[in-house]
């Protein structure tokens, strides 16, 4: 998917009627987080390493496990594990991998923010794909 076609497909924070994606964008993926976030980590982009420290603060995750450009991360039982995919878009096999993923029973939603892909098996979500800016 190009940059273009992701835009014009992807929706807005108030397109999400998701309680559990409304509140996530906007206690997480579209709120300031703090200037020790900001700086790329283990060669991973910068918008990811701030998502990812933003996700562990608020959803209290601890790392578990970093495979090339995912990285999951384990919770409670309230929030299950969460799937992190840095780049899920910037070429084809990172494409095929994103799909699969999404596709795989086990994860329950899955955010797309084309930089930065984020997957959740918290079993009392709806199977949902969100496409966001």
Not at 35 to 47: I, K, L, Q
Not at 90 to 115: G, M, N, P
């Amino acid at each position: 998917m190009t940059r273009l076609g992701y835009w014009i497909k992807a929706k807005t924070l108030y397109d999400i009627h998701s309680p559990f994606v409304y509140d996530l964008c906007r206690n997480v993926l579209y709120a300031r987080a703090p200037e020790e976030a900001v700086a790329a980590r283990d060669g991973h982009t910068r918008r990811f390493a701030t998502l990812l420290y933003m996700l562990k603060d608020y959803l209290s995750l601890s790392e578990m496990r970093s495979e090339g450009n995912t990285l999951l991360l384990g919770g409670n039982d309230t929030w299950g594990r969460v799937l992190m995919v840095d780049a899920p878009h910037a070429d084809r096999k990172a494409e095929h991998q994103w799909t699969a993923l999404c596709a795989d029973e086990a994860y329950r939603v899955s955010i797309d923010l084309y930089d930065v892909g984020l997957l959740f098996t918290n079993s009392h979500l709806h199977r949902q794909h969100f496409l966001l800016r």
